[in-house]
């Protein structure tokens, strides 16, 4: 399956139970193993530095990439379930009129909003880029109190029993985030 | 005619009385009431069954064992009950007689420590205990059809009965190693059960609306991905889910989590095998 192979982040509830090889039978346990929840490619540690920052709440200033975040790509990296799967948890107004009801898989990628974190339609105006950098970077020390539910999507996890395909690498990459970022901006 | 005579109102209120002791012997089942844990350190203020989440539609669906899907498994399972294996030449109903009698309760209980192998057990693993030791037949495969129509066909019998996990003693060390299990944050996504279960149970992810994770109801049938799933299954998805490397079949982490599961659901009634979205 296409989304499979993508490499991403939070997989949605819906499309990993759809997925072949989601619910593998558990004597197939050692294929689950093996199979790829993550590509290959995104390889190699990923360091960044919370920074000082001019404000009052921490950030990450430089951009973790060269070329600047394209808003537009960015929207897809967080529609995509297979990549930022933002949507699993929060909503985005703006992008309703995009879930055209006649086209099923259009509906479904854009007009399914989730309830876990609060809806995204502000921040935009309310952080920096570099505020919102680290809270998609790594949302355990942009909110140190908070036990948040969110994953680090640049930070590659130091936990436990990550899956072997997905062994030291982060969920999105520089560029991503950076894309990312971009298109929370546009959210004022 | 009149109505109010002494006679009539006596009924009346004899009516109303038994309304109203029925009301207050039918305890809540975590499905429209919660259930209050007993337990002073659990997690939850209140414990409702993965059932109370549903659609009216789902829910109708598990009521009717006509349109449950996961009963094609039951009435499988109830052939093996009497259906003669190994070298001994005996089958479950050859020890255990009528399950409706011996087998009630047997739901409720699980996992429990097992002296022998020094860990904890679920009805799965007994099940094959049995037939290695009594009937002389080879252990069936984990996930195996036969094993799952069988685990259904026992829980099935304990069906409305609350459950009544062992913890203390010898399954205090398993129980505590699940907790731990739960509480971690694992995978990719770094995540714990607990961000999920405890936290948000109620709230939409995506189009799903989460539950508590609660295992009174498993195995059960999923509608999405349309069959029916051991609890272990279930777990190894949730794992998958946030990229965390799915557990072993009868492994030893796995009872333990489920150790943990069915604490975490004291009191919940069991409803094997339950419909879910």
Redesign the interface.
Same mark, same amino acid.
């Given at each position: 399956m296409k989304f499979m192979d993508r490499y991403g982040?939070? +997989?949605? #509830? +819906?499309a990993?139970? *759809?997925a072949a090889g989601?619910?593998l039978?558990?004597? #197939?346990?050692a294929q689950?193993?093996k199979a790829r929840?993550?590509p290959p490619g995104r390889v190699g540690v990923v360091i960044f530095k919370t920074q000082k920052t001019t404000g009052l709440r921490p950030a990450i200033e430089k951009p973790l990439s060269k070329k600047a975040g394209d808003a537009e790509r960015g929207l897809e990296a967080i529609a995509d =379930?297979g990549r930022g799967g933002c949507?699993?948890?929060h909503q985005i107004a703006k992008i309703l009129p995009k879930a055209d009801e006649s086209d099923p898989e259009q509906a479904?990628k854009y007009g399914?909003?989730?309830?876990?974190g609060s809806p995204l339609n502000s921040v935009g105006g309310r952080f920096t880029a570099g505020e919102l950098r680290l809270i998609v970077a790594d949302p355990?020390q942009a909110f140190p109190d908070a036990?948040i *539910?969110m994953? #680090?999507y640049h930070r590659v *996890?130091d =936990? +436990?029993? +990550?899956?072997?395909s997905?062994k030291g690498?982060p969920?999105l990459s520089a560029q991503e985030v950076e894309d990312v970022i971009a298109f929370l901006k546009t959210l004022k | 005619m009149k109505i109010i005579t002494p006679r009539n109102c006596r009924l009346a209120m004899m009516l109303a009385g038994m309304l109203l002791a029925g009301a207050a012997v039918a305890e809540p089942d975590g499905k429209s009431e919660p259930v209050a844990p007993k337990a002073k350190d659990h997690p939850l203020k209140e414990i409702w069954s993965g059932y109370h989440f549903q659609s009216e539609e789902t829910r109708a669906q598990q009521d009717d064992a006509d349109a449950n899907p996961a009963m094609e498994h039951y009435k499988a399972g109830e052939k093996f009950w009497s259906k003669v294996a190994g070298k001994s030449k005996k089958s479950c109903s050859s020890c255990h007689g009528d399950a409706a009698k011996s087998m009630r309760g047997a739901g409720t209980r699980f996992p429990l420590y097992y002296p022998i192998s020094k860990r904890m057990i679920n009805v799965e693993d007994r099940i094959n205990l049995c037939r290695e030791k009594f009937m002389g037949a080879k252990p069936w495969?984990?996930?195996?059809k036969e094993l799952l129509a069988l685990s259904v066909f026992v829980k099935r019998q304990s069906l409305g009965a609350r459950v009544t996990p062992q913890t203390s003693g010898p399954a205090a060390n398993f129980f505590d190693k699940g907790k731990t299990f739960y509480t $971690?944050?694992?995978?990719?996504?770094?995540?714990a059960c607990t961000?999920?279960h405890d /936290?948000?149970a109620g /709230?939409?992810?995506?189009?799903?609306t989460l539950t508590q994770g609660q295992s009174n109801g498993y195995p059960a049938y999923?509608k $999405?991905?349309g /069959?029916t799933?051991?609890l272990?299954?279930q777990i190894?998805?949730c794992?998958?889910?946030?990229?965390?490397?799915?557990?072993?079949?009868?492994s030893e982490d796995l009872l333990n989590l489920e150790t943990y599961l069915a604490w975490r659901g004291q009191g919940l009634p069991v409803e094997t095998p339950a419909v879910r979205e």
């Amino acid at each position: 399956m296409k989304f499979m192979d993508r490499y991403g982040a939070l +997989v949605c #509830a +819906v499309a990993v139970f *759809a997925a072949a090889g989601a619910l593998l039978p558990l004597h #197939a346990d050692a294929q689950q193993k093996k199979a790829r929840l993550c590509p290959p490619g995104r390889v190699g540690v990923v360091i960044f530095k919370t920074q000082k920052t001019t404000g009052l709440r921490p950030a990450i200033e430089k951009p973790l990439s060269k070329k600047a975040g394209d808003a537009e790509r960015g929207l897809e990296a967080i529609a995509d =379930t297979g990549r930022g799967g933002c949507l699993s948890c929060h909503q985005i107004a703006k992008i309703l009129p995009k879930a055209d009801e006649s086209d099923p898989e259009q509906a479904k990628k854009y007009g399914q909003h989730g309830e876990i974190g609060s809806p995204l339609n502000s921040v935009g105006g309310r952080f920096t880029a570099g505020e919102l950098r680290l809270i998609v970077a790594d949302p355990q020390q942009a909110f140190p109190d908070a036990d948040i *539910a969110m994953p #680090a999507y640049h930070r590659v *996890a130091d =936990t +436990v029993g +990550v899956h072997p395909s997905c062994k030291g690498r982060p969920i999105l990459s520089a560029q991503e985030v950076e894309d990312v970022i971009a298109f929370l901006k546009t959210l004022k | 005619m009149k109505i109010i005579t002494p006679r009539n109102c006596r009924l009346a209120m004899m009516l109303a009385g038994m309304l109203l002791a029925g009301a207050a012997v039918a305890e809540p089942d975590g499905k429209s009431e919660p259930v209050a844990p007993k337990a002073k350190d659990h997690p939850l203020k209140e414990i409702w069954s993965g059932y109370h989440f549903q659609s009216e539609e789902t829910r109708a669906q598990q009521d009717d064992a006509d349109a449950n899907p996961a009963m094609e498994h039951y009435k499988a399972g109830e052939k093996f009950w009497s259906k003669v294996a190994g070298k001994s030449k005996k089958s479950c109903s050859s020890c255990h007689g009528d399950a409706a009698k011996s087998m009630r309760g047997a739901g409720t209980r699980f996992p429990l420590y097992y002296p022998i192998s020094k860990r904890m057990i679920n009805v799965e693993d007994r099940i094959n205990l049995c037939r290695e030791k009594f009937m002389g037949a080879k252990p069936w495969d984990l996930g195996s059809k036969e094993l799952l129509a069988l685990s259904v066909f026992v829980k099935r019998q304990s069906l409305g009965a609350r459950v009544t996990p062992q913890t203390s003693g010898p399954a205090a060390n398993f129980f505590d190693k699940g907790k731990t299990f739960y509480t $971690t944050r694992r995978g990719q996504l770094d995540m714990a059960c607990t961000h999920c279960h405890d /936290k948000y149970a109620g /709230k939409k992810l995506r189009g799903l609306t989460l539950t508590q994770g609660q295992s009174n109801g498993y195995p059960a049938y999923r509608k $999405t991905p349309g /069959k029916t799933v051991s609890l272990g299954q279930q777990i190894n998805a949730c794992l998958i889910r946030v990229r965390a490397a799915p557990l072993a079949a009868g492994s030893e982490d796995l009872l333990n989590l489920e150790t943990y599961l069915a604490w975490r659901g004291q009191g919940l009634p069991v409803e094997t095998p339950a419909v879910r979205e």
